[in-house]
């Protein structure tokens, strides 16, 4: 099936002059007709040889700096120093900021943390450690109810 678009680009093709092929097509298409520019810029493109009626092709999709070069080395950053910061991943690797916070993100799971890139969520040996932990202190804390009373806490000015 052929596009009303395609159809009116043939109108234009016709060989009648430019406004004669706008006011024909204003006519017969209704409010669903090329725009004066439109035919007259076919027009043109015809007169100047053009048999296509068709758009030029146009390239795919942008490139993105989302590689897997990128996140491999963008994960092997963090992996060694996960203080630096988005900024210095990106121009490390030479892709956009938000680029680089998009793979941290999406990829990696992490997000920035008081200056560390940590994992959202926690691995499993990561759980375990925490539950190991919190069964110790609640066992520290049966065995000496007045351990909470010999922890001193302050801020952090």
């Not at 969520?121 to 609640?138: G, M, R, S, V, W």
């Amino acid at each position: 099936m052929v596009s009303v678009t395609i159809e009116q680009r043939i109108v234009v093709k016709l060989g009648k002059t430019a406004t004669e092929t706008y006011n024909l097509l204003k006519e017969v298409y209704g409010h669903e007709f090329l725009s004066r520019a439109r035919v007259f810029e076919w027009f043109n493109r015809f007169q100047d040889g053009r048999e296509d009626v068709e758009d030029n092709s146009r390239p795919g999709r942008p490139s993105t700096s989302k590689t897997n070069d990128n996140i491999e080395t963008i994960g092997n950053l963090v992996r060694s120093d996960r203080q630096l910061s988005i900024r210095a991943i990106a121009e490390t690797v030479g892709i956009d900021k938000e680029c680089a916070r998009q793979i941290l993100h999406n990829n990696f799971n992490m997000k920035k943390v008081c200056a560390k890139m940590v994992p959202k969520i926690l691995t499993f040996e990561q759980q375990e450690a925490h539950k190991n932990l919190c069964i110790d202190t609640l066992n520290a804390i049966e065995n000496d109810p007045n351990l909470l009373e010999r922890i001193t806490t302050c801020d952090e000015s």
